[in-house]
């Protein structure tokens, strides 16, 4: 698909979580992701708190609707699916998702320097939030890849 085609699907055939999702993931790099890795991004985890204690903490300055967003598997497959069926990504049978190269130069495009920062910076929490403590929890291999592609 090229860019121009890909920027005049997306606006008028997509719900707005699938908005969402795709201005999320027009962040990362062009690898696969696994919606498993967006999930662990907003899903309260055990960190550090002042006076050396430990507590589960939400993922902090994450926008509210991306993290209500994010936190409902049910709406995170919806969205994914429907800019599958719109063609703006592609899944895989190990169910990992890659947007189509066009369509996140679009997205890109279209997005003033404000709004790309903010997104670069609720990306980098997700994912920074979604990387486990090496002592704290323990983490499997196959979660590894995830980390290590963005």
Known sequence: MSEATAC???PSLILDDSRLLLVLISMFSD???SLQFLCL??????RWIEGGRIANVACPSLATELRDFLSDVSRLRGAADELERASLVAKSSDDRYALNV???ACV???LTPELRCFW?????LVT??????KYLESMYVSDCDDVYQY
Do not use: D, I
């Open 41 to 46: 991004g907003v899903t309260p985890r055990k």
């Open 128 to 133: 920074c939030c979604a990387v486990p403590w």
């Open 102 to 104: 066009a369509t996140r």
């Open 31 to 33: 690898s696969p992701f």
């Open 108 to 110: 890109l495009s279209n």
């Open 120 to 124: 670069r910076q609720q990306a980098f």
């Open 8 to 10: 005049k699907v997306h």
